[in-house]
């Protein structure tokens, strides 16, 4: 049974530049969530998606967006890349039985550098 | 708004020393609570969660955490640590009141060493 993929591993950009990471959820999971994490600091929430929707928003500009497939997949996608978005970028999936118990299971991440 | 707070930066234990990784906790309704546990250049791996029921939850690898309602707490624990234990673990929370699959809320982590 694999686990949550995500692709690529490592990352290095511009300033300016845009960037596409890429998750694949654990079989059978249908919600994924995508966190940056920068560092020293805990994940925080960009946005999820279900049903090929984005669901709920955190605290992110527009610059961040991102797209859900027919077969769960997904993609965040950052455009205009500042220094700061430099960060290791996890996505995480979970089951949307409507139930906050579901526990969400992570991948290894994507660390994004930017220069 | 829902918060963690983790207020230990750094916890260092012998190895075959019991640990205890400390969490608090703020939601406006009943949290569901979870620790993950984040090895070096990987991303986060599920310990544990309260969800409901009895307060002491056991998890992966030994660990166990208590919930305490009264102390907004969630305090992460293992009897005997072992050196494979180092890293960096996390703790987040989940309001119970708000429906759906709402994202967790994370402390800023703990780092665990345990020496030889």
């Known amino acids: 049974d694999a686990g949550v993929t995500q692709s690529p591993t490592h990352l290095i950009k511009t300033r300016g530049q845009q960037v596409t990471l890429r998750c694949s959820p654990k079989?059978?999971?249908?919600?994924v969530s995508w966190y940056q994490q920068a560092l020293g600091q805990g994940p925080q929430f960009i946005f999820q998606?279900?049903?090929?929707?984005?669901?709920q928003r955190g605290n992110f500009p527009d610059r961040f967006s991102g797209h859900q497939f027919p077969n769960y997949s997904s993609e965040l996608n950052v455009n205009a890349l500042l220094l700061g978005d430099s960060a290791l970028y996890l996505c995480?999936?979970?089951?949307?039985?409507?139930?906050?118990?579901?526990?969400?299971?992570f991948g290894p991440g994507t660390r994004l550098l930017v220069l | 708004a829902q918060s963690v707070a983790q207020p230990e930066d750094q916890v260092n234990v012998a190895e075959g020393n019991p640990l205890t990784v400390k969490c608090t906790y703020s939601?406006?309704?009943?949290?569901?609570l979870f620790w993950y546990v984040q090895y070096p250049n990987r991303g986060l791996q599920f310990l544990l969660k309260?969800?409901?029921?009895?307060?002491l939850v056991k998890g992966s690898y030994g660990f166990e955490a208590e919930f305490n309602k009264s102390q907004t707490s969630f305090h992460l624990k293992k009897p005997s640590a072992l050196v494979s234990d180092s890293a960096l673990y996390f703790c987040?929370?989940?309001?119970?009141?708000?429906?759906?699959?709402?994202?967790?809320?994370f402390g800023k982590g703990t780092r665990l060493s345990v020496i030889a």
């Open positions: 998606y279900y049903e090929e929707e984005e669901r």
């Open positions: 995480a999936s979970s089951l949307n039985h409507g139930q906050a118990r579901e526990t969400q299971y």
């Open positions: 939601v406006s309704g009943n949290p569901y």
């Open positions: 079989s059978g999971h249908d919600t």
């Open positions: 987040a929370v989940r309001d119970m009141e708000r429906s759906g699959n709402t994202p967790l809320v």
């Open positions: 309260y969800i409901t029921g009895d307060n």
